[in-house]
């Protein structure tokens, strides 16, 4: 079945550095890329999407790239900050269907 | 502003009771989904509805059904609750009929079946 791997599971960097998170998809039909995070205790958020008929997508310290070629899709964040600690999803879905495959979540930690 | 609320936050049963765990979203959605979250596994789709009275199986749906008699209001059910049903389960609802859209969660409700 369609599956979305994310890697890594946990992530620890410094304030003020940058973090990436990468995941894989395995459904070549999907065309719609989420990103959610969740904050400890808190209900999961959509922070940025991209659709796959652009490349890369920035809204200030966030961006996400997608290579559609590779079924490859990133988050990245930029001068990391200790509220950006939090768990982040990815997730793939398509036109036409319903559901929306999520990976298994990056638990960002940010060390001031 | 999109609001999803969760009839509990925390609830606990015992093996074998029928739970009944309820979701209402206030923004006319016409997709409503029910996820349950587990430490290293993401958020995994047990059921979704796409309109009244439709029900569709996710991808854990054994042990689980669902109801959905009223737009906003979609119902999770365990008929005979099982310690592997410990969990925190999220209800979600996005607009439209792309299924593209973005989903709304609610805060979660907390289960642990004793």
């Known amino acids: 079945g369609e599956n979305v791997e994310q890697h890594p599971s946990t992530l620890s960097v410094q304030e003020g550095d940058s973090a990436v998170i990468k995941c894989t998809y395995s459904d070549s039909a999907s065309n719609y890329f989420p990103w959610y995070k969740q904050e400890l205790g808190k209900r999961p958020q959509l922070i940025i999407d991209?659709?796959?008929?652009?490349g890369e997508k920035k809204d200030q310290r966030i961006a996400v790239t997608l290579n559609k070629t590779a079924k490859h899709f990133s988050l990245h964040i930029t001068e990391t900050q200790p509220e950006d600690s939090a768990v982040y999803f990815c997730?793939?879905?398509?036109?036409?269907?319903?559901?929306?495959?999520f990976g298994a979540g990056t638990r960002l930690f940010v060390k001031a | 502003d999109v609001k999803v609320t969760q009839s509990s936050r925390y609830l606990v049963k015992r093996t074998g009771e029928k739970v009944f765990l309820e979701c209402v979203q206030d923004?006319?959605?016409?997709?409503m989904f029910w996820y349950r979250q587990d430490p290293g596994l993401g958020l995994r789709l047990i059921y979704f509805?796409?309109?009244?009275?439709?029900?569709e199986k996710g991808d854990i749906p054994e042990g689980y059904s669902v109801s959905r008699e009223k737009k906003e209001r979609f119902s999770l059910i365990l008929e005979s609750a099982s310690t592997n049903q410990t969990s925190m389960y999220l209800c979600?609802?996005?607009?439209?009929?792309?299924?593209?859209?973005?989903?709304?969660f609610g805060p979660g409700t907390r289960l642990t079946v004793l």
């Open positions: 509805s796409y309109d009244v009275k439709m029900k």
């Open positions: 923004m006319d959605h016409e997709n």
């Open positions: 979600a609802s996005s607009s439209g009929t792309r299924g593209t859209n973005e989903q709304f």
């Open positions: 991209i659709r796959s008929n652009v």
């Open positions: 997730a793939a879905s398509r036109s036409g269907g319903f559901k929306t495959i």
